[in-house]
Nanobody
Framework: QVQLVESGGGLVQAGGSLRLSCAAS????????MGWFRQAPGKEREFVAA????????RYAAAVRDRFTISKDNAKNTLYLQMNSLKPDDTAVYYC????????????????WGQGTQVTVSS
């Protein structure tokens, strides 16, 4: 059974930083891409970043490029999202995901999801 468990969310002031983690288990992910999505109240779930598990190729949403960094630790089967220069608009529930479609920005390309972790950025 595949499990994705996020951690690291919290409350931070604008301009601050947080690092999210996603512990993955239940299968090998060498043929998968891993992604982060977020959903703010009243809004659609949106793509944030993705990384290919083997090659480490990355893709970012324009809104977070140059502020967020996605990375992984293959030995620990853990995905990370380093978030710097946080803005109030970054407030959302952040979800870790895994799927077979390389670096897609579409949520339908991911078939495993974590439960989400809340990130709140105060102004």
């Amino acid at each position: 059974q595949v499990q994705l468990v996020e951690s690291g969310g919290g409350l931070v002031q604008a301009g601050g930083s947080l690092r999210l983690s996603c512990a993955a288990s239940g299968r090998t992910f060498s043929d998968y891409a891993m992604g982060w999505f977020r959903q703010a109240p009243g809004k659609e779930r949106e793509f944030v970043a993705a990384i290919s598990w083997v090659r480490g190729s990355t893709r970012y949403a324009a809104a977070v490029r140059d502020r967020f960094t996605i990375s992984k630790d293959n030995a620990k089967n853990t995905l990370y999202l380093q978030m710097n220069s946080l803005k109030p608009d970054d407030t959302a529930v952040y979800y870790c995901s895994a799927g077979p479609t390389p670096l897609t920005t579409m949520a339908t390309g991911y078939n495993y999801w974590g439960q989400g972790t809340q990130v709140t950025v105060s102004s």
